[in-house]
C-alpha cells in the first residue's frame, strides 16, 4: 500500500513563507497526479494544487500567484512552496496521489499550518 508522508508545517507569521513536503514510499514517476488540499476547522477539505504526471499544474484561485507546487520524481517527494501566507491559509495540509485507473486514491496524515502573528 502507498504511504505519504508530510512534513514542513509550523506556525508562521502573515506575510511569511513555509515549504510542505510529502515523501511517498514508493515511485512517483508513474503515479497520474499529485495534489495538495487542506482543511480549515469545520469546514470542508478543499483541493489548493495539484500536478500531474506530465507536470501540468491547477490551482484553488485562492492561492494563485503564491504557492507553488513541484515533483521530484527521482526523490519520490512533492512539495508545496507556500509565500505571502494569510491567516485564513491556517488548516491542515493533506497531501494525496491519485494513480490513476482504477486503483484508490491515497492521503497522507497531514500537517498543521497556522498562520497568526
Known amino acids: 500500500q502507498v504511504q505519504l508522508v508530510e512534513s514542513g508545517g509550523g506556525l508562521v507569521q502573515p506575510g511569511g513563507s513555509l515549504r510542505l513536503s510529502c515523501v511517498v514510499s514508493?515511485?512517483?514517476?508513474?503515479?497520474?497526479?499529485m495534489g495538495w488540499y487542506r482543511q480549515a476547522p469545520g469546514k470542508q477539505r478543499v483541493l489548493v494544487a495539484a500536478?500531474?504526471?506530465?507536470?501540468?499544474?491547477n490551482y484553488a484561485d485562492s492561492v494563485k500567484g503564491r504557492f507553488t507546487i513541484s515533483r521530484d520524481n527521482a526523490k519520490n517527494t512533492v512539495y508545496l512552496q507556500m509565500n505571502s501566507l494569510k491567516p485564513e491559509d491556517t488548516a491542515v495540509y493533506y497531501c494525496?496521489?491519485?494513480?490513476?485507473?482504477?486503483?484508490?486514491?491515497?492521503w497522507g496524515q497531514g500537517t498543521q499550518v497556522t498562520v497568526s502573528s
Open positions: 494525496k496521489a491519485t494513480p490513476g485507473g482504477l486503483g484508490p486514491d491515497y
Open positions: 514508493e515511485s512517483i514517476f508513474s503515479i497520474y497526479s
Open positions: 500536478i500531474t504526471r506530465g507536470r501540468t499544474t
